[in-house]
């Protein structure tokens, strides 16, 4: 309820790793009561097992999972503010009814970054990013789901970057995918 904050030289990392198999159903969906504010130095990463698997179809019949981040009413989901986020094969969305005019990202500054996990760590089990172009797939996809807003889906401010590696880019609602400001950065290295 009182939103998450990642800070300097701390690194928060949610990951679906479960495979359905006889269990059902084993989606993640985060409520948010306040945003995920992501600070100077701080480091977030949100993955699901469809980017570990490299698939976004099911695996000899076990269903592939994914997070849902669902934004606190009237707030962004996460506000990056110098820190450094992975995203990689996500739904965010706004709460049902939410048409406020904040985006669903806000990148104040720091850096975003659209992309599969090359694997995981043998030592923590935490998702590695190498930026292997190799890895780039459009069944990696990330939804946006802007509700009836018609803010921008992400918002970038002045010297922010985001960065787009791989996947199936998509937005419902009537606001933009991106908003960019005077000075910000958007790097289109692959996907759609």
């Not at 698997?53 to 981040?69: A, L, Y």
């Amino acid at each position: 309820q009182g939103g998450i904050k990642v800070t300097d030289g701390g690194t928060l990392v949610i990951m679906n790793d479960r495979t359905a198999q006889a269990m059902g159903d084993m989606n993640l969906e985060i409520v948010l009561g306040e945003s995920i504010l992501v600070e100077d130095g701080g480091y977030l990463i949100l993955q699901s097992v469809d980017a570990l698997k490299n698939t976004t179809e099911d695996v000899g019949g076990i269903p592939t999972q994914r997070n849902t981040i669902v934004a606190p009413e009237g707030k962004p989901a996460i506000v990056v503010d110098g820190g450094t986020v992975n995203v990689s094969h996500q739904t965010l969305k706004r709460s049902d009814g939410d048409a406020s005019n904040e985006a669903l990202i806000q990148v104040k500054s720091g850096e975003v970054s659209f992309e599969p996990s090359s694997g995981q760590s043998a030592q923590t089990g935490l998702p590695q990013f190498s930026g292997n172009p190799a890895l780039a797939s459009d069944k990696f996809n990330f939804e946006l789901d802007n509700g009836d807003s018609t803010a921008p889906a992400i918002s970038v401010e002045d010297d922010a970057s985001v960065t787009i590696k791989t996947g199936d880019f998509t937005a419902s609602g009537d606001g933009a995918i991106f908003d960019l400001a005077d000075g910000a950065t958007l790097n289109l290295e692959g996907g759609t």
